[in-house]
């Protein structure tokens, strides 16, 4: 299965990119955008995520491992009528939701975004994989919005995702140092330095 992401880069340029050498910067325009095609995808939301989710474990396979309750399913296509992965694709669209409800105050997003990275942590889902949620996502709106897709819109698309992103990985990231240092014995711990006399 393909879709017509690369009209603006590549896909896998898209997944490939860190988040340091693309502007992550939103601007009012890319806002607008988002929220106006927003209306018109909220009303399809199971079924993106549906479609994400399929496109992703078809796409970059090793995804499905990190999901303990689809690992072990061979046939693709049965997951098109699964509860779970229903459920589970809801779950995902209704952050996207709220990313989008956030976009006018963007600090609260950041909060959301970091703390969802920590909980991905737990989840074994690591950062490398984030971009392809993106990807697909695109994928998956992109018949949804027939005429109305853009290239400014695709490009405003991935630059919500890649903003999100960057965030969840740094999330990411704090939570994997501090269960680092939390798996120190005190005597391994980097000494703080007390300026108590
Ligand atoms: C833009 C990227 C992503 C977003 C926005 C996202 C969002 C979410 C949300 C909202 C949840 C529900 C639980 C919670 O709020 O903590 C969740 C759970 C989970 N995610 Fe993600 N996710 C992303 C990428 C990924 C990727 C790439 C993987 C695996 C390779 C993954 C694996 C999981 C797992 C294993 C769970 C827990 C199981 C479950 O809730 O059913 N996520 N994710």
């Avoid at 009209?7 to 009012?28: C, M, N, Y």
């Avoid at 939390?182 to 391994?188: F, W």
Wanted: aromatic share 10%.
């Amino acid at each position: 299965m393909g879709c017509a992401i690369s009209d603006l880069a590549a896909k896998s340029d898209f997944e490939e990119r860190g988040t340091d050498d693309v502007p992550t910067q939103l601007s009012d325009a890319h806002i607008q955008m988002i929220k106006d095609s927003w209306k018109v995808i909220r009303d399809d939301i199971a079924k993106v995520g549906i479609i994400m989710f399929v496109g992703l474990f078809e796409t970059h396979p090793e995804c499905k491992d990190v999901f303990f309750l689809f690992r072990d399913v061979e046939d693709l296509e049965r997951l098109r009528t699964s509860r779970e992965l229903r459920a589970h694709g809801l779950r995902v669209m209704s952050f996207i939701e709220k990313s989008v409800a956030r976009l006018d105050h963007l600090e609260r997003l950041e909060t959301l975004a970091i703390e969802l990275g920590k909980s991905h942590y737990h989840y074994n889902a690591p950062p490398k994989y984030y971009n392809y949620v993106g990807t697909e996502f695109i994928c998956a709106v992109q018949p949804i919005l027939k005429d109305r897709w853009t290239s400014e819109l695709e490009e405003a698309w991935k630059t919500m995702f890649q903003h999100v992103t960057g965030l969840m990985t740094q999330g990411y990231q704090e939570e994997s140092t501090r269960q680092h240092h939390l798996s120190l014995s005190p005597k391994e711990r980097p000494e703080k330095k007390s300026t108590a006399l």
